[in-house]
């Protein structure tokens, strides 16, 4: 990665660390092709000018990363999300118990079932909720909990308690990033319990993310990402990531967002 002299690699390591979340040493290293040593020197620098704060083997922005609404989510990279939305629709079979997550693309997903017939949804977000609630075709089951106003989702012990009483064919869940080592990224505990959670109450469990999501690590709270899951994303996916989640067992389906 190249940077114009220490200054230089000083600025792209602040904007490493506060667009992925977390900047290690021996990444940090590998980037700017600089020594271990080289890199504690820059970062200790930047710690001692407030720029960063430094964490066992690394550093991590000072300023966490604002997580945006799902409002504001929703008109972001429409055709790549409707694409996916087609591509998961097309999974479901008729007379399927199926399981929805929140967020804007799951939502999509929600959209696209409008028009199908003998299906019982659940849902923990609420566009899925006003997406269905007048299908006849399609039989709504609230999770309920507690209501997270940013991502219009149901959390908590009674969305949980909840869960324990269903079983589903499939589940679609979403993510505010995703990489194949740490998994899905998400911004709040609750979110990653609950996530984990759903996947274990479905016999098929598929990520929806587009892919601007892949390779990104915005918050620091994860769930696993085990082998048989099955990641669907757009084609403009980054190519390392994408190739590492297969090799990890993860079937990653790439739509085509000009289908």
Do not use: N
């Not at 220490?6 to 590998?30: F, K, M, N, P």
């Not at 996916?237 to 590492?244: K, L, T």
């Amino acid at each position: 990665m190249p940077a114009q002299g220490a200054r230089g690699r000083r600025d792209q390591i602040v904007h490493l660390a506060t667009t992925t979340g977390l900047a290690s040493v021996e990444e940090l290293s590998r980037a700017f092709g600089v020594t271990a040593s080289t890199i504690r020197r820059d970062l200790a620098q930047l710690t001692a000018a407030g720029r960063l704060a430094r964490t066992y083997g690394g550093a991590m922005a000072l300023v966490a990363h604002p997580e945006a609404s799902l409002r504001q989510r929703t008109g972001e990279a429409f055709e790549a999300k409707r694409a996916i939305a087609r591509w998961a629709a097309g999974q479901i079979r008729t007379g399927e118990t199926v399981l929805l997550d929140a967020g804007s693309t799951v939502g999509a997903l929600a959209h696209e079932l409008r028009t199908a017939g003998d299906l019982t949804v659940a849902t923990t977000g609420l566009t899925a909720l006003q997406e269905l609630s007048d299908v006849d075709g399609v039989r709504v089951e609230c999770l309920g909990g507690t209501l997270r106003p940013l991502s219009q989702s149901f959390v908590g012990p009674l969305t949980e308690a909840a869960l324990e009483r269903m079983t589903f064919d499939r589940v679609f869940l979403g993510a505010d990033g995703v990489t194949a080592r740490h998994g899905l990224c998400e911004a709040d505990l609750r979110q990653t319990r609950l996530k984990e959670l759903m996947a274990r109450r479905a016999d098929a469990v598929y990520v929806l993310a587009h892919s601007s999501k892949i390779g990104r690590r915005p918050f620091h709270t994860w769930v696993q990402l085990p082998p048989g899951w099955t990641l669907v994303t757009d084609g403009a996916a980054d190519e390392d990531e994408v190739r590492a989640l297969r090799a990890a067992g993860i079937e990653v389906v790439l739509v085509d967002t000009a289908a």
